[in-house]
Every structure is written in C-alpha cells, then in structure tokens.
C-alpha cells in the first residue's frame, strides 16, 4: 500500500482511537465469547438479540426509542447478530429505525427470514425486508419454519451464488418438525439451522445438534427462556451456590451459559425490552463455561426444581 | 399450518399488552377531542332509539356507518395492523359495516321499534358501551389516557352497534350482527391470549347479543 497523507492521518486517528479504547478497557464490559460460523471461519459473539415481540412497537415513537437504546446497549456490549423475520409484524422498521440512530453500526450480523407460502414471492418478501432494515445485503436468509422450505432454498442458494446474501439457513421452534428438519440438514448445504434448545428443551440434543457438528452448519438458539416463561418460573427459586462456579449470577445467565457452552451451539438469540436484560445476557457470554459435567449438574437442578 | 395442533392461542399474540394498550393512549392523543362527539352522537343514537322520530333509521344507520368506517380506518387500520397483519385482513371487513348500514338505513327499511325484552336489553347493552367501557382503565389499574371511547375504539363501537341493533327491525337486520359479533369475538381471544382480566367483557357483550336473538327467536 502506498501510504499518502491521507491515509496515514486514517491509520494515525484509528490508532489513537484503539489507544483510548485500550486504556478505557478496564471498566469496559468483558467481550463475549467468539464462536466460527463453521462454513466461514467468521467468528460471532455467542449471544444475539431476537426481536419477536420485543420490537413489535408499531410507530410508537417513546417504545421506538426504547428498541434503540436495547440496540445500542446490545452493540455496546459486543453482540452482532439480530434475528427478525416477517412475520413479527412492525419489528423490521423497528430495527431500521434503530440502526439508523445508531449511524449504522458496522458490528451487526443481520438475520432475517422469508416467510411466505407462495415461493414466487420470496425473492420481493426478502427485498421489502431489506429495505425495512436499510442494509445493502443481508448476512442470514433463514426460511422460516419452513414455509415452502423447498423454493425458497433454492432461492437462497441462488442469492448466496451471487452474492446477495452471505448465509443460507432454516428455522424451526419448540420441538415442532424435527424430523423433515433432519432431512432437510442432511440433503441440503445450509450454514446455519435455528431451533429450540435450553435448559428444559433439550430434545434438538438427540439429532439435530450433532447432526449440525456433523454438517459443519451453524446452530442458532431460539426461545432460551421459553419467551420468558421459564425466567419469570424460576425467579423465586434460589439459584445453586455453584452457579458463581460458572460465573451465572442470574437465572438468565445460567440458561444462557447451558445453551451456548453446547459445542454445536453458535449463538443464542435471546429477545429484550430492557437495557439491563441486554447487558446481562450478553455477560452470559463471558467468564467460565460449563463443562459436560457441570452442564448435567445443571439440567438436573433445574429439572428437580 | 402443519403440526397445527402444537400452537395454542398465544403463539398467534405478536404484540405485548403495553404495546397493545399504548395504542389506545396514541390514537387518543391524535384524536381529542373528537372523544366528546362521538359520545355525544352515541347519546343522540340513544335517543333517536327511544324516540324514533320521522327517518330515524337512517340517521342512526349513517352516524353508526361513519364511526365504523372511521374506526376502521384510523385504528384498525393505521395502528392496529401495523403491530398485528393478521388485523390488516380484519379491518376492511370491519370497515365494510359501514356500507351495510348506509345501504340499509336508505332503503328506508330499518326501524328501530322493537321493545321486547331483547330490544330493551340492547338499549342496555349500548349505554353500557357508550357510558361503561370509557370508564374501565381505573378498574383494571391501567391510565385514563388507554381508554376505550365509542367511535374512536373499536370494542365500543361493536357494542353499541349490537345494542342498537337489538332493538332494530327491517330488511339487513340480521346480517346486521354479524360484523360487530364476529369483531368482538377475535377482541376478546386476542385479550384472552394476552392474559388481560378484560377479556370477557368483550365476550359476555358477544354473547349476551346471541343469547337475546336465540330467546327472541324461541319467543316467537
Ligand atoms: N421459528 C422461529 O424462527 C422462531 C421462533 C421463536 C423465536 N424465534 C427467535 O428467537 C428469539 C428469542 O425467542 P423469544 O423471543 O420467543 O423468547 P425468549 O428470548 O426465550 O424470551 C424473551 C423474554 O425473556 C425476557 N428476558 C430477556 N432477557 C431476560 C433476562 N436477562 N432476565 C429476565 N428475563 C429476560 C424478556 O422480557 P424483558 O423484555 O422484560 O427482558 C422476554 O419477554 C425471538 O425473538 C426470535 O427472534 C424464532
């Protein structure tokens, strides 16, 4: 590289930007655990941040600001992946409004669906959802649940072929279709498969995860608190005095520290209103992990609850 | 939908309650202080009801036609769809009651004459919607700027018009019902799903409706 005035100002002002950023580190969040999209090599933070209800605000204009801030902590904190889709009503604009405020981070990973049962209109779904988001491309296309899973792959293949988007992938949830869902996996070179899995949903465990590990796909985790469900559940009992073991200070984070130290596991998605929830789910994703062991230990406590 | 068997009602709920009734607060906000006159048309309808002065079905039928239209539009469509799809499929055929009461108030057809026990059970039933349904937010601790105003709500809306139409006779009557009952009826499984101790207020108004048809209909 020829080095002009230019770019050397560039390099210099980037440089003194990871000085300061160096030395503000101490009282910076830890970063996330980084975890290979197996396809690519790309490494992702091992928390996302879904959007099902939680972004569903219409054109509130206070709630839309609230989505925002929730991004904005998410980014702060090092997490990349988004997850939407189509079908979770105003959430799209939702996220486009926030990346806008947010000057467009350049961290995010976008995931997103198509979710349409006529296949011809995949191609305009997935284009309307794009310009919802503002982004030139998309990283992820998952088909969502399904829906027409046969065209709308080859769709995907095709726009991955080009370039149009960077990953190919399908969704399921709470133990519904596993069985198409393996057959699927096995016929089909797909960088990514998002399921259920957690810490009393562990039937993906059986086929699905080793499968993935098998297939070098990419495993994204759905519905970690069973939508709140299992939080809100567990919030009277007392966690385990060796959850600090792992480093789980809440409920939350012991759910997410069981997901995510799964080996087939890439990234868990959970969805939030809240700036703090944001945070602590992310810290989910630093310090220790369970080991296979400990993860049983783990399981078993919260089963005999 | 396959495995259609494994959803229950509150998969379909896209939406949480502090949105859903966050709604109300902004459709509000944008349209006081119209509130005072579509209660006070409310009201007029009551009377007219009562008195049934020359012409009185049509304008009943054309003031009930132009809320419904109008709700349709300003909240189904413009606020409700834009957090729930399903509602963009839903608020035309709300919106297609108006044409329904317009058509049938100018056929001159529709009087609103009946005082049976029924009729007057609908004369209830429409000043419960009119008078009742704006004063619940205290009761179910939510703030008064969430309520739900007769001609700018839909639930109301519904109610009154099924009251009215209770004590209403003439051609389109009985296909009259079938719009604001089947609203009600998605109304209520949406705040059942939602978990809301409101919901079967929208029900028990469904259903008080058809139970006084179905003992009109055994009394004749
Ligand atoms: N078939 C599919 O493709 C499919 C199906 C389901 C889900 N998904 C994706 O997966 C994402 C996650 O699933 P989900 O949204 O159904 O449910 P979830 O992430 O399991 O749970 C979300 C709920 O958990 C609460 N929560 C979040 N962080 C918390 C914390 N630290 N402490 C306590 N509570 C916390 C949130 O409440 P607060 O707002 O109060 O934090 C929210 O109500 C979705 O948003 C969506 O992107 C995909």
Excluded at chain 2, 22 to 36: D, G, I, K, T, V
Excluded at chain 2, 50 to 70: E, T
Excluded at chain 2, 128 to 142: H, Q, S
Aim: proline share 7%; charged share 15%.
């Amino acid at each position: 590289m020829i080095i002009t005035r230019r770019t050397f100002v560039k390099a210099a002002a980037a440089s003194g930007a990871a000085l300061v950023l160096s030395a503000a580190a101490p009282g910076a969040p830890p970063a996330p655990v980084m975890r290979a999209v197996p396809s690519s090599g790309e490494m992702l933070p091992a928390v996302g941040l879904g959007t099902w209800i939680t972004f569903n605000v219409g054109d509130d204009p206070v709630l839309r600001d609230e989505c925002a801030e929730v991004m904005a902590a998410f980014f702060a904190a090092g997490g990349r992946m988004i997850d939407s889709s189509p079908m979770y009503g105003s959430s799209q604009p939702v996220i486009g409004y926030g990346l806008e405020k947010l000057s467009r981070p350049e961290a995010l990973f976008s995931a997103e669906k198509v979710w349409i049962s006529s296949a011809a209109d995949g191609p305009a779904q997935i284009e309307q959802s794009r310009r919802f988001w503002g982004v030139p491309r998309f990283d992820l296309v998952q088909v969502h649940n399904l829906v027409a899973w046969e065209t709308h792959l080859e769709t995907l293949f095709a726009m991955k072929a080009v370039g149009q988007i960077r990953y190919v992938g399908i969704t399921t949830s709470e133990g519904r279709r596993h069985d198409l869902f393996e057959q699927i996996m096995s016929a089909h070179p797909l960088d990514f498969v998002q399921l259920t899995y957690n810490v009393v949903d562990r039937g993906a465990e059986e086929r699905l995860l080793p499968l993935a590990a098998e297939r070098g796909m990419g495993v994204i985790v759905n519905r970690p608190f069973r939508q709140g469900a299992l939080t809100r559940q567990l919030q009277g009992e007392a966690l385990p005095d060796w959850a600090a073991v792992i480093g789980a200070k809440t409920w939350a984070q012991f759910i997410l520290k069981f997901i995510v130290s799964h080996p087939s596991v890439t990234v868990a998605i959970p969805a939030t209103t809240r700036v703090d929830h944001v945070r602590e789910n992310l810290m989910a994703a630093t310090g220790p992990l369970p080991d296979a062991a400990m993860r049983e230990r783990m399981a078993a406590y919260v089963r005999d609850l | 939908m396959s495995e259609w068997w494994t959803y229950r009602l509150e998969d379909f709920l896209l939406f949480s309650p502090r949105v859903y009734w966050r709604m109300f607060e902004l459709a509000n906000a944008a349209s006081w202080p119209l509130h005072l006159l579509t209660l006070a048309a409310g009201l007029a309808i009551v009377l007219l009801v009562l008195r049934r002065p020359r012409r009185h079905g049509l304008w009943i039928a054309l003031v009930l036609a132009a809320f419904f239209a109008f709700v349709g539009w300003s909240f189904l469509w413009n606020r409700y769809a834009v957090i729930d799809w399903a509602i963009a499929y839903v608020a035309p055929v709300f919106g297609l009651q108006a044409p329904l009461l317009a058509f049938g108030g100018a056929r001159g057809s529709l009087a609103f004459n009946r005082r049976d026990i029924a009729g007057r059970l609908g004369l209830l039933i429409a000043v419960a919607g009119l008078v009742v349904y704006p004063l619940l937010p205290p009761l179910f601790g939510r703030p008064w700027a969430s309520a739900e105003v007769f001609g700018i709500a839909p639930d109301p809306t519904a109610i009154v018009a099924l009251g009215v139409l209770l004590a209403a006779s003439g051609g389109p009557v009985p296909l009259l019902f079938a719009i604001p009952l089947l609203w009600l009826l998605i109304s209520g499984l949406t705040l059942h799903a939602m978990g809301d101790p409101q919901a079967w207020l929208p029900l028990l108004a469904a259903a008080t409706t058809a139970a006084a048809l179905a003992l009109r209909r055994i009394a004749r």
